[in-house]
């Protein structure tokens, strides 16, 4: 029997911890690679519908994620922009 796991949305209890491992990459290569290495590592989500849930929602690189999905979640914080703005 399969166990349902969640998709990662932001309001999933993970996105923080998704959230800060990939505003630690420094570059965007064009490619989800270091969101689908992410997303894979974490137990709890399923990984195929959490990687079609980013793309549906504006993130289909690395720093779309971010500047799609990520950012519009942070507070004013201008510390946390600043890890936004690193990639962007």
Same mark, same amino acid.
């Given at each position: 029997? $399969? /166990? &349902?796991? !969640? #998709?990662?949305? *932001?309001?999933? =209890?993970?996105? !923080?911890?998704?959230?800060?491992? &990939?505003?630690?990459? *420094?570059?965007?290569?064009? *490619?989800? @690679?270091?969101? +689908? $290495? %992410? &997303? ?8 195929? @519908?959490? #990687?079609?849930? &980013? %793309? ?5 690189? @690395?720093?779309? #994620? %971010?500047?799609? /999905?990520?950012? !519009? *979640?942070?507070?004013? @914080? !201008?510390?946390?922009?600043? =890890?936004?703005? +690193?990639?962007?």
């Amino acid at each position: 029997m $399969d /166990i &349902l796991r !969640p #998709v990662l949305t *932001t309001e999933h =209890e993970l996105f !923080p911890e998704f959230a800060r491992r &990939l505003l630690q990459i *420094t570059e965007c290569e064009c *490619t989800l @690679d270091n969101s +689908k $290495d %992410i &997303l894979w590592s974490m137990c709890g989500v399923d990984y195929q @519908d959490s #990687v079609a849930w &980013l %793309i549906a929602n504006g993130g289909h690189c @690395d720093c779309e #994620v %971010i500047l799609n /999905i990520i950012a !519009p *979640t942070m507070d004013d @914080d !201008p510390r946390s922009r600043e =890890e936004v703005d +690193k990639v962007a």
